[in-house]
């Protein structure tokens, strides 16, 4: 089957959508997809995630229920962990996550494992797309050489192959992903063209680029952006606090000028899974070339310390108290890496609940959003974890509150009133005024 009648199966809406990995990046894209009528098929190692897909609950809070029982209910969308079932697929997109080792490199044990899986089931005509972000070189250099060796088919003869890297961001309203314009690489004419008809169907703009490694590269940049400028702030913050200057108050004021400033704000530490992550990939990339990505490595190490600063600042906000960390009880609020989601993928707070322990903190945390911590790979040991209740009782009985999320719907009043050592980290106690100088701290 040529591409052309590739791309009209599309147009008649009987092209099969694969997505590999349903978390964060592969449930809102399968969605996507479904919501413009085309055929979908789930594929993914938890059982759990495709149960709750097949009887339509939740397990990602942000994404609503409406989202999981229009999926639920649908004659055209299915979910599986039979990955045999790829055969099924026209396109096969790999959601799968990309993080860091020990060593802060990439971790590409999911991409290879994902992308052997599905050489092994690959057939003619079948167009693969690897959606998680990387490094500029992973689909040419990776993915297609596996793709070959386990399939014995060709790439641009045989089947397809292209990248369009993820923009999702997580609890934003005004941003789902179909109204996000999706950058797009293929490895030859042929793929692109089929990849951005694919995308065309639910995307509101495909931007089409040169190859897969241009594609790699612009997602690369943009975290790269956020990261280096979110360090720029964070730096300011410290300096500024030595000041007397309220770094908030001069990024609001700098917020008014119409052209030339980009508002970014600090916080504890970077969290997400693209932006404390990604950058790292490119500065690995660049030794290959014997290249130094300084810059790049300096904002990492400002990121990457500011959890060790907020301590800092809590240890003082204690000492103001007369009390010492060791022996103190400290509520953490907001667990997730930023408000209004469930996802703590990479969250600084879990850092800050290492350190404070370290230094003989009795620490426990608030989040509404993640009632229980759940099993992971990194914080294995915080498994199981409550979070405390929202009460004047239990509230008032820690010696410091911490602020390392502002959730919106925190009621900041109640803990001002109820708490008498506040360390805020997100500028949420903003217009709130403090009982006395030993009251609010920003951190």
Known sequence: MNVQDLINKIDD????????GLGYVGLPLMYTFHQKGMPVIGYDIDQSKVSNIETGTPYIKHLGQEMMQALAASDHCDATTDFARLSEADAILLCVPTPLNQYREPDMSYVISTTETVAHHLREGQLVI??????????EEVMIPLLE???????????YVAYSPE???????????AKIPKVVGGHGEDALKLALALYDTAIVQTVPVSDTKTAEAVKITENVFRSVNIALVNELKVVYAKMGIDVHEVLDAADTKPFGFMKFTPGPGLGGHCIPIDPFYLTWKAREFQE???????????????PEYVVEQTTKALNSHKKAVNGSKILLVGLAYKPNVDDMRESPTFELFHLLEELGAEVAYYDSYIPTIPPTREHAHYTGRSSVEWNKESISGYDAVLISTNHSDIDYSELAEWSDCIIDTRNAMKGISPKNGHHIFKA
């Open 292 to 306: 130094n990505t300084r810059f790049i490595e300096l904002a990492g190490e400002i990121n990457t310390h500011m």
């Open 149 to 159: 060796k386990h399939s014995g088919l060709i790439a641009g003869k045989d089947f």
């Open 167 to 177: 923009r999702e961001d997580p609890g934003n309203p005004n941003f789902n992903t």
């Open 13 to 20: 809406k009987t092209y099969t959508i694969g997505i590999v």
């Open 130 to 139: 690897l959606e998680s972000t990387t490094y500029p070189g992973t689909t």
